[in-house]
């Protein structure tokens, strides 16, 4: 019995530490994706220079355009997984419910809101201005988490309902 409880631990610990590690990739590319618009954004409201405005406009449409497809790719992994698993929309893309680790869901989630946050500040610091263009910026974070979420998120079974069931004709 202690080896088996032993081995359970063992286990639970192993799988805790892979939860933390899980899309470590996709965590830092947001990490890095957040962080350069920001920097290119608060530098385009404060100099507003050509330059400054064609960084921040080509930043915020490849992070846009990053956003679209990791969103497209998670969406066509949630459906295959949906197949087995109950998935929500708000579960995939906002994080919402225990489908990942605590910490991940933070940071996540944390990014996300730095993105609208600064979107939102910097384009209504400058109205009418190229600033306008990092409001597309917030679905690289949208598309980063229902990637994230698709691949190692976890979802409880599906249950069987009375579409489940077919009939023979």
């Given at each position: 019995?202690?080896?088996?409880?032993?081995?359970?631990?063992?286990?639970?610990?192993?799988?805790?530490?892979?939860?933390?590690d899980a899309g470590r990739v996709l965590v830092g590319?947001?990490?890095?994706?957040?962080?350069?618009?920001?920097?290119?954004?608060?530098?385009?409201?404060?100099?507003?220079?050509?330059?400054?405005?064609?960084?921040?406009?080509?930043?915020?449409?490849?992070?846009?355009?990053?956003?679209?497809?990791?969103f497209l790719v998670g969406y066509a992994h949630a459906?295959?997984?949906?197949?087995?698993?109950?998935?929500?929309?708000?579960?995939?893309?906002?994080?919402?419910?225990?489908?990942?680790?605590?910490?991940?869901?933070?940071?996540?989630?944390?990014?996300?809101?730095?993105?609208?946050?600064?979107?939102?500040?910097?384009?209504?610091?400058?109205?009418?201005?190229?600033?306008?263009?990092?409001?597309?910026?917030?679905?690289?974070?949208?598309?980063?988490?229902?990637?994230?979420?698709?691949?190692?998120?976890?979802?409880?079974?599906?249950?069987?309902?009375?579409?489940?069931?077919?009939?023979?004709?």
């Amino acid at each position: 019995m202690e080896a088996t409880g032993e081995a359970t631990g063992e286990a639970t610990t192993a799988d805790a530490a892979a939860d933390r590690d899980a899309g470590r990739v996709l965590v830092g590319v947001d990490v890095a994706g957040t962080a350069l618009f920001v920097v290119t954004a608060v530098a385009e409201a404060i100099l507003l220079d050509r330059w400054s405005q064609v960084l921040g406009v080509a930043v915020a449409l490849v992070l846009f355009a990053a956003g679209c497809a990791m969103f497209l790719v998670g969406y066509a992994h949630a459906i295959q997984r949906s197949r087995t698993e109950e998935i929500s929309v708000a579960g995939l893309y906002l994080l919402a419910g225990p489908a990942g680790p605590a910490l991940v869901e933070r940071r996540l989630g944390g990014l996300l809101a730095i993105q609208v946050i600064v979107a939102i500040t910097t384009a209504g610091f400058r109205t009418f201005t190229p600033l306008a263009f990092g409001v597309l910026v917030p679905v690289f974070g949208l598309g980063v988490n229902g990637l994230w979420t698709a691949r190692h998120g976890r979802f409880a079974p599906r249950r069987r309902g009375p579409s489940d069931h077919h009939t023979a004709g």
